[in-house]
């Protein structure tokens, strides 16, 4: 329904000041005055200079009154400048300068004529709102130029870069200009009929007078359009403000239709990563809207190439990801009871082709995809020709970049021992045809196989131990529509939650509540979000199309994508913004914190809701003085200044917010008096008597207090209090492990331990570490915590500009969440498929993520270690190639680089002598292979 889109273009205007009163820059010129003269000249905005002929004609008007002629010098001035703001007087972009943060761009843009002069002063990554109304301005002018009426063309202009002017649709009716519509303004001026009004009459009982009551029911059962409800509500339901209950609850009241959707959006973000313009082209028209006739174009001339592998590998990852185990096989019974090695498609299906391909080619049949007939040798050993149908059914990963391709050397063997060379006709070389199977350089990531010509009892590599671990969700037990989401904690270890497809073609999905990034059918590397809902995905927004080609570092350009080094610090570059390790590159690492700060815990929470140990390391994160207090986050109620009104109960939220445009980044949600406790949307909640509510509303109504949201965990201790690796204090284990957070040690927080590359102990004396779940085990101790853990470790990095920009379109609160460490985790945490793994994380001193992968069970078995292990990994390896299943989801897609972070923990080595390096020996050797 156009209410929603009406309303708030009307909001926003009613809540925005006079903006040049806050972009007030002087001319250069005061400088020259003094006096009333530069007291007068002080108070000319530049920026209002530039965006209105008025300001200008005052402006001089006001300096000829006390400004004295000889001046001469501040008059030379003062009329170059004034002559170079009217040379460009028309340029449009004028009246979004007083957006530019960066003073130099706001300047350079008072003074500008089109917006290529401000390449060098304008960054567009710095400056989302700015360059997100000059794009409006632009499609106004672009639009709105052939309307010939002036007046028809100013009031066109206005419906684009003045949201909120509801009245201009009825001006441009009123002055004659419907005859004059141009086609690219037809959505937008016409009158679109209400799509049910009456749905809407609950909201009425919000309505504060019973003028507002009245109009409310009789409108929305006789309108017929939603202008005419808009007219009549903002007439009688003054103020309009969205946060009051009766326009809040209209606002929500969207029955918006779901967005259009691309064949396969997530296979469509695969094709930026096509190498050759045609098969970016081609990739396009097949997951777009051209399947049938671009496919196998694609498929041809593209997918089997070998300079085209990152491309197939990320659709490899759309339709089949990497996923740890296989077992249940009874053809490929040899590649049974590998647990932690990471498979495509092993399943019975698989198994089944696997028997019928190698049937068929022992029967003298042609083998497919080698694009010669090619027949089998007589010669060649049934088990060898067994692993090979194999492996091309069920698809095993190489770990480090999740590829699928057959070793160079294992694919020249097999062409020697297995093709059948005297029905080959032409050129073709066991060389060529390993071209198509194998990747071009012979030391590239592949699949050996090798160790699937072996027998799984004899192989060393193999723990026969499938019981150890479950993956639930491997066989999607759920129904269609519906996503599998595995629970580390408690009896129940799957749920099936409702989803969303990312298109008809697509089986990639998402959950409810989430919002994914859809590439634009309009402008190929542009992107859109959308949130999935119960309807599909709706409430669909435009992000900023900001295209990077370099990253200046430095003094040189760096392409887009490129990792390189500073030092000895890896670094990559990402839309024109680059990220680089933090380690001190001397000859021998000491460990330390960021600007050398000391290792002192005198706590300060910045107003992102993140505790820094020290006001040393908040400065060091860029943090002023005015945006960090005193004291732990966890140390603060934030419902202690009752912010939420006398309807409303107040409960807190622990919220870690990534945007810097977050202001503040809030700590409580206020739960209305009168919710409804079968609403289950906030999802269930535990109170502080351990017990279990449906919801928030449902534990406010038992008169019960929170302990931390989601179910009550099992496997974890209710003593307390502990203090977990971010140094935040928690009451007990458990309230720890809901929000994600590995408990660091027992006891309130009372150290930060330095950053250093070795698992060990951090804090010294001051600290007694808990007992490790190992006593040799492959871990991390994460940055500034004081205790190693076991389990996999991974430093993920993101695109805070991207975030940003995220951030500045979400228009309610409830979506800005979706810009938070939570948010993130979550969605992290979904793609852990071991139900013997959890996944937890937290922000680094550095303003990274660090996140550690651990077995939820305290006294786990070696291959539950390893499976957690192995799950990182994977994770590691779709952030770095940047996976659909990644790149698709917000806020994954601003996740740009990652590093493993786990190694051996060296203080668990006690035992001496031989026996030690025997079994350092044999852990290494488990965990490489």
């Known amino acids: 329904m156009m209410i929603v889109g009406l309303l708030t273009t009307t909001f926003a205007v009613l809540v925005v000041a006079n903006p040049f009163l806050d972009a007030a820059q002087e001319m250069s010129c005061c400088s020259l005055a003094a006096g009333s003269c530069r007291s007068v000249c002080s108070k000319i905005s530049l920026v209002a200079l530039g965006a209105d002929a008025e300001a200008r004609e005052n402006a001089t008007r006001r300096l000829l009154e006390f400004c004295s002629p000889e001046l001469t010098e501040f008059w030379d001035c003062a009329n170059s400048t004034l002559n170079e703001v009217r040379k460009h007087g028309n340029w449009t972009g004028r009246g979004c300068c007083y957006l530019a943060l960066n003073p130099i761009c706001r300047s350079t843009c008072a003074l500008s004529g089109s917006r290529r002069h401000l390449n060098e002063s304008c960054r567009p990554s710095d400056e989302p709102e700015f360059f997100s109304c000059l794009e409006r301005r632009e499609e106004a002018e672009h639009c709105c130029s052939n309307v010939c009426n002036e007046t028809c063309r100013s009031i066109c202009r206005d419906l684009f870069y003045k949201p909120g002017k509801v009245s201009n649709l009825k001006l441009y009716s009123s002055k004659g200009c419907f005859h004059q519509v141009p086609k690219c303004l037809k959505n937008i001026v016409e009158v679109k009929h209400a799509e049910d009004p009456k749905q809407h009459l609950h909201c009425c009982n919000e309505a504060t007078t019973p003028a507002c009551l009245d109009t409310c029911k009789r409108i929305l059962q006789t309108a017929t359009t939603d202008q005419e409800i808009m007219d009549a509500l903002a007439e009688k339901c003054k103020p309009v403000l969205p946060q009051s209950p009766f326009w809040s609850c209209l606002m929500k009241s969207d029955s918006s239709k779901p967005a259009r959707l691309p064949l396969d959006a997530g296979k469509l973000s695969c094709c930026t990563k096509a190498s050759k313009p045609s098969c970016q082209n081609l990739c396009w028209r097949a997951f777009q809207a051209d399947w049938e006739s671009a496919w196998v174009q694609l498929d041809a001339e593209c997918l089997s190439s070998s300079f085209e592998g990152e491309l197939r590998r990320c659709l490899e990852d759309a339709e089949e990801p990497c996923e740890m185990g296989c077992s249940g096989l009874s053809y490929c019974a040899r590649f049974n009871d590998r647990s932690t090695t990471l498979f495509r498609t092993c399943s019975a299906v698989a198994d089944e082709a696997a028997k019928w391909e190698a049937d068929h080619w022992s029967r003298g049949g042609i083998v497919r995809g080698l694009g010669v007939p090619v027949r089998a040798a007589a010669s060649c050993p049934p088990e060898t020709l067994r692993a090979a149908a194999c492996l ?465 069970s305290k006294k786990p078995s070696i291959l539950q270690l390893r499976a957690c292990v192995t799950e990182t990994e994977k994770l590691v390896t779709r952030i770095v190639e940047r996976s659909p299943r990644i790149a698709a989801e917000v806020p994954l897609g601003a996740l740009t680089r990652a590093e493993i972070a786990h190694s051996y923990i060296s203080s668990a080595i006690t035992v001496g002598g031989c026996f030690a390096n025997l079994i350092l020996g044999m852990i290494i050797h488990i965990v490489i292979l």
């Open 392 to 856: 091309l059914q069920l698809r095993p990963c190489e770990t480090r970049i999740h590829e699928t391709r057959l070793c160079r050397e294992d694919c020249l063997e097999l062409m020697a021992s297995c093709v059948d060379w005297t029905a080959i006709t032409g050129s073709h070389t066991a060389n060529t045809l390993c071209a198509k199977l194998s990747p071009p350089r012979s030391d590239a990531p592949c699949v050996s196989l090798k160790p699937f010509l072996e027998d799984p009892q004899d192989n060393e590599s193999v723990i026969r131990l499938e019981e150890d671990i479950m993956t639930p969700c491997k066989s999607n037990p759920c129904a269609q529509g519906e996503i599998c989401e595995v629970l580390p904690h408690g009896r129940q270890i799957y749920r099936c939650v409702p989803g969303c497809s990312l298109g008809e073609m697509s089986k990639q999905m998402v959950p409810v509540g989430s919002w994914v990034q859809i590439p634009r059918y309009d402008q190929q590397g542009c992107l859109r979000i959308c949130q999935c809902t119960l309807r599909g995905l709706e409430k669909c927004k435009t992000l900023n199309c900001i295209k990077f080609n370099t990253c200046w570092v430095h003094d040189r350009f760096i392409p887009h994508k490129a990792n390189f080094y500073l030092d000895c610090n890896p670094c990559h570059c990402f839309e024109g913004e680059f990220t680089c390790s933090k380690k001190s590159c001397g000859e021998v690492r000491v460990p330390s914190l960021p600007c050398d700060c000391p290792a002192h815990y005198v706590p300060v929470c910045g107003r992102l809701g993140f505790t820094f140990a020290s006001a040393c390391l908040a400065k060091c994160a860029d943090l002023s003085p005015n945006e960090v207090e005193f004291g732990s986050c966890s140390s603060r109620d934030p419902c202690a200044s009752n912010p939420c009104d006398s309807t409303e109960k107040c409960v807190r939220r622990i919220r870690t917010c990534l945007s810097k445009l977050h202001k503040p980044c809030r700590q409580y949600d206020c739960i209305p008096l009168d919710c409804d406790p079968r609403d289950e949307f906030s999802g269930p909640v535990c109170d502080k008597e351990n017990r279990q509510h449906r919801s928030v509303c449902a534990m406010i109504r038992a008169g019960a207090t929170l302990a931390y949201r989601g179910q009550c965990l099992e496997g974890c201790t209710l003593r307390g209090p502990v203090c977990g690796v971010n140094g935040e204090v928690y009451a007990n284990e458990c309230a720890a492990w809901a929000e994600r957070i590995v408990v660091d040690y027992f006891g309130t927080c009372v150290a930060v331990g330095l950053i250093g590359d070795q698992a060990k102990p951090r804090c010294g004396e001051f600290v007694q570490c808990p007992k490790l779940i190992q006593p040799y085990c492959i871990g991390a101790t994460p940055p500034g915590a004081c205790c190693p853990v076991c389990g996999g470790a991974a430093k993920l990095f993101y695109s805070k500009k991207q975030l940003d920009r995220i951030y500045y379109i979400m228009g309610e609160d409830e979506d800005k969440d979706s810009v938070t460490l939570e948010a993130l985790l979550t969605a992290l945490g979904r793609q852990i498929q071991v139900a013997q793994c959890v996944l937890r994380g937290m922000m680094t001193p550095d303003r990274d993520i660090f996140i550690i992968v651990q077995p939820t």
